[in-house]
């Protein structure tokens, strides 16, 4: 039977306080599954150095001295607490992935564990020991999928974890594809909120085919928690060009009314900076979402100015706060200003 590496009770909320994984790879000596066989000696007082002793795995990066290595594991308090700070005995027997550093005769752990209220387990947990092909950091990808789906029900700390892990500006060691490629177990899962997740994070590095699987698969999503995150995700993050227009109309004709999604694609599609999606974005004036008719009064104020007949009067409504007068109110001055000035704009 395959060893099962058990997810720690503590371990994603140790992770969620710790530097992304691709960053530690570069600073450790040795990257490895490896069992905590035993507790060797406590911290002193109220936080300090306590010491294990790690029986080795398979290793990823580094090769280990020995079978079984001392390592030094720093624990500090984290809040208010009082009286001595310890190492849990239910870390024991306990298999993860380590991040050591060499450090004289000893190793020391990877991020130092600190702020741990109680003091949590010190090593990656992950669902098992397998370790995909490729270099180091696209390893590591790979293991940080994995260990997300293998979570029954992830946190948002989790899937900040999972974030830093694939973000293309944490760490520049692996190229945007082979970020994308590693979270395609994510966006394919049958799992809605897996998928989700993964579908979120490939929009974000600029992925259409993400959106793409997002409306094929639309009635299973629309009602997920994680479809709110949406319309940020793609009016935020994604590198957009005319090749996303046709999706992102597609999906404002299907009305879903998810906070924020026809905010993030209208303004995707104004961000394409093309004139001829003017009267498109105007009909969204008449849109409830404040934020969304905003937008739209922004971009034509954007394009009043490109087009030299930038004066007092779109200044004055682009310096309009949004909420500070009726939604109706502030449309209708955009709306009269457009069919005034459109055809300054050369769009009929």
Request: proline share 8%; charged share 20%.
């Amino acid at each position: 039977m395959r060893a099962l590496f058990l997810l720690s009770v503590f371990g994603s909320c140790l992770w969620a306080q710790q530097q992304p994984i691709l960053d530690l790879a570069d600073q450790a000596d040795l990257i490895t599954f490896a069992t905590l066989d035993r507790i060797v000696a406590q911290p002193p007082g109220t936080g300090g150095d306590g010491v294990v002793e790690l029986r080795m795995g398979r290793s990823i990066k580094g090769v280990p001295d020995s079978p079984l290595l001392t390592v030094r594991v720093s624990v500090r308090p984290g809040g208010n607490v009082i009286g001595p700070v310890q190492l849990s005995q239910n870390t024991v027997g306990r298999s993860g992935l380590w991040f050591l550093k060499k450090s004289g005769s000893t190793y020391m752990t990877l991020p130092e564990a600190g702020n741990m209220n109680p003091p949590r387990d010190p090593s990656f947990p992950f669902p098992d020991s397998r370790i995909d092909d490729g270099d180091v950091p696209q390893q590591l990808l790979s293991l940080a999928v994995r260990w997300y789906l293998f979570l029954p029900s992830p946190s948002r700390d989790d899937e900040g974890i999972l974030w830093r892990a694939v973000n293309p500006f944490t760490s520049k060691s692996v190229p945007l594809q082979q970020r994308l490629a590693a979270i395609q177990p994510l966006v394919r899962s049958s799992n809605p909120t897996q998928a989700m997740t993964g579908i979120e994070l490939a929009i974000q590095m600029g992925s259409l085919d993400a959106l793409n699987v997002f409306l094929d698969r639309i009635a299973e999503f629309k009602a997920s928690p994680r479809a709110v995150n949406l319309g940020s995700a793609i009016g935020n993050y994604a590198l957009k060009d005319a090749s996303w227009r046709p999706p992102l109309k597609g999906l404002l004709a299907m009305h879903l009314g998810i906070h924020d999604l026809d905010w993030g694609a209208a303004g995707a599609i104004a961000k394409l900076r093309d004139p001829a999606d003017l009267p498109f974005l105007v009909t969204f004036l008449d849109h409830e979402d404040p934020n969304l008719v905003w937008m739209v009064g922004r971009h034509l104020a954007s394009f009043a100015r490109t087009n030299q007949i930038y004066t007092n009067q779109v200044k004055q409504y682009e310096q309009v706060k949004i909420l500070s007068m009726p939604n109706a109110q502030y449309a209708e001055l955009w709306k009269s200003w457009w069919e005034a000035n459109k055809a300054a704009l050369r769009i009929r």
